[in-house]
Nanobody
Framework: QVRLAQSGGGSVQAGESLRLSCEAS????????LGWFRQAPGKEREAVAA????????FYADSVKGRFTASQGDPTNTVHLQMNSLTPEDTAIYYC??????????????????WGQGTPVLVSS
């Protein structure tokens, strides 16, 4: 059974940085597609980024490209989301999610099966 444990997040001022982490357990090998999603109050869930841990391939939404970086950590079943230059528009509950196998560029934000518990990020202006 796959389980995802999130950490990080919190409250910062605009322009500051935060790092989220997601530890995945239950995979026989630390190779999977891990995605980051967020949901702001009153808005639909949005895919933010994804990483294929087998090769380190990453994918980003246009809204965060150049500011957010997904990376595999140590131990290798942990993935981080480094968020820089945060703005109030980044305020949301952030979730990590996984699906087995590869992240495909055309569908990197789809098909996730297992989800973390969510962690709040609040950015004040």
């Amino acid at each position: 059974q796959v389980r995802l444990a999130q950490s990080g997040g919190g409250s910062v001022q605009a322009g500051e940085s935060l790092r989220l982490s997601c530890e995945a357990s239950g995979y026989a090998y630390d190779v999977f597609c891990l995605g980051w999603f967020r949901q702001a109050p009153g808005k639909e869930r949005e895919a933010v980024a994804a990483i294929y841990t087998g090769r380190g391939f990453t994918f980003y939404a246009d809204s965060v490209k150049g500011r957010f970086t997904a990376s595999q950590g140590d131990p290798t079943n942990t993935v981080h989301l480094q968020m820089n230059s945060l703005t109030p528009e980044d305020t949301a509950i952030y979730y990590c999610a996984t699906k087995p196998g590869y992240c495909y560029s055309g569908s990197w934000s789809e098909g996730f099966q297992d989800w973390g518990q969510g962690t709040p990020v609040l950015v004040s202006s």
